[in-house]
């Protein structure tokens, strides 16, 4: 892609490599690697489907207290973390992977080798990027590097699903101080999230009176018909390609084997769906519930008797929103992408973490986790583990250049 870096940034993203502590942290990572892989295994056996990610926290704190932080904390939120204290007067600067998983408990039972990848569900989304997050931790506490500005080193909980960012929305609402965000997320670690995609979750729930299949059949209206009337609505709306904008209907559920022979008295129906404009994102939605206004009308009027009403519940609520591609933390992951021999990727919006801070107007980017993976979100997860401590030197050199190192280093955010 055509994307030039500023030649200020540049030249000071050129000036780490004479310092020697932070040469040190940046080949400890390398040294590291086999730690940092234990750890990542030791964290996937501890399941934390989203809402359940006590017990994973626990663990997670007692490894941020042994890579030297003091005063860990796991909030009333679950959120867990520590702060890593600066010298100065330079930026706050939020490092973090999700606590949380899509699996149910009971899917992860082993850990399986096999031609040079480990298998297991959860393996990288997000236990290795909470295992990078930990290994950056001790780069610098081995370096003894003293950061210029404070580093929150964290762990979020409710990320995936209908979680929604809700960890990551709740931590910054009780900490304004943040100045930049690095997320830790995805494969590989070529890409850079720095837009947020624009999420809406809904339940719609259809209501009417119900009754026998056959003997209440003409008296009363179907709210299962009202919520199929919907469904194909809702099927046959256009959506612009550019900003990219999505939608579908991704749960529908009525009634129960032993009612077969019944007229329901509601059903639901989830709809997801998502735009990188938040105008876009705003039709969309209006014209969603046009189609559910007028199938109730419509099953409601077939026969005449009864209304069907319907229930909507919010689940996840999240505004598009992007920064300008320049930005300086945009530009630091490029260039220290390209410098380290790979090829760098801005994404076309983006559905993590870093979407909450994006929207807040804080300088915020998701970088991957590095290696390479596949099978993410199934059972059959994998992750291959060959180089992946390049990906930890990108965003190790990125947070240093944010935070600022103390009598050496400018943050990137004040040049």
């Not at 010298?87 to 040079?116: M, S, W, Y």
Request: charged share 25%.
């Amino acid at each position: 892609m055509s994307y030039k870096v500023d030649e200020i940034i540049k030249e000071h993203l050129s000036n780490w490599r004479q310092y020697p502590e932070i040469v040190k942290g940046f080949e400890f990572l390398h040294a590291d690697a086999e730690n940092t892989l234990k750890q990542q295994m030791e964290l996937v056996l501890v399941e934390a489907p989203t809402f359940e990610e006590e017990e994973r926290a626990q663990v997670f704190a007692q490894m941020l207290k042994e890579a030297g932080l003091d005063n860990v904390i796991i909030d009333e939120d679950g959120n867990t973390f520590g702060i890593l204290k600066g010298k100065g007067e330079g930026p706050t600067i939020l490092l973090e992977a999700h606590l949380d998983t899509v699996f149910p408990k009971g899917t992860v039972k082993e850990i399986v080798h096999k031609d040079g990848r480990i298998y297991c569900p959860g393996i990288n989304d997000d236990t290795r990027g909470l295992a990078n997050v930990l290994a950056i931790l001790r780069a610098i506490k081995h370096a003894q590097i003293e950061t210029t500005g404070d580093i929150i080193f964290l762990g979020t909980v409710e990320e995936e699903g209908i979680g929604g960012f809700g960890g990551m929305k709740k931590f910054l609402a009780k900490h304004q101080e943040v100045d930049g965000s690095i997320s830790i997320d995805g494969a590989g670690l070529n890409g850079i999230v720095y837009e947020a995609t624009g999420i809406r979750t809904i339940a719609v729930t259809f209501k009417g009176i119900g009754g026998h299949a056959m003997g209440a059949f003409g008296h009363v209206a179907n709210p299962l018909h009202a919520a199929a009337r919907a469904v194909a609505k809702i099927a046959d709306i256009e959506v612009p390609a550019d900003p990219r904008t999505t939608y579908a209907v991704s749960n529908f559920h009525a009634g129960n084997d032993t009612g077969v022979h019944a007229i329901v008295k509601d059903a639901t129906i989830k709809i997801n769906f998502r735009s990188n404009g938040q105008k876009e994102l705003e039709e969309l939605e209006a014209k969603i519930i046009a189609a559910i206004e007028e199938a109730c009308q419509e099953e409601t009027e077939r026969w005449g008797k009864d209304t069907i009403t319907y229930e909507l519940i919010d689940y996840v609520d999240n505004r598009a929103g992007t920064q300008d591609k320049n930005a300086p933390i945009v530009q630091a992951a490029f260039h220290l992408i390209e410098s380290l021999g790979f090829e760098p990727r801005l994404a076309q919006g983006g559905s993590t973490n870093a979407s909450i801070p994006v929207t807040l107007g804080i300088p915020g980017v998701t970088l991957g986790r590095g290696g390479s993976e596949g099978g993410v979100h199934t059972v059959n997860e994998w992750f291959d583990p060959t180089d992946a401590h390049k990906g930890l030197q990108v965003i190790y050199l990125l947070l240093l250049h944010l935070a600022g190192v103390e009598n050496k280093i400018t943050s990137i955010l004040i040049i």
